[in-house]
């Protein structure tokens, strides 16, 4: 699944948002490019769950 990420700005950003999921789901596969502010992730969360952890992070993803 492919979010948006458009507050995510920096290294840090992609660090809180990686743990942010890690937290969730330990053996997610996470991808980021931050350039264009996407946030790729595969894991046995749904898509619902993953952005809620998101937005508990502070980056609100769409």
Request: glycine share 4%.
């Amino acid at each position: 699944m492919e979010f948006n990420v458009p507050d995510m700005s920096c290294g840090h950003c992609a660090g809180v948002i990686t743990q942010a999921i890690q937290q969730l789901d330990a053996d997610a596969m996470i991808s980021i490019d931050l350039p264009a502010r996407k946030v790729t992730v595969e894991s046995a969360q749904d898509r619902q769950t993953v952005a809620a952890a998101l937005a508990e992070a502070g980056y609100p993803a769409h």
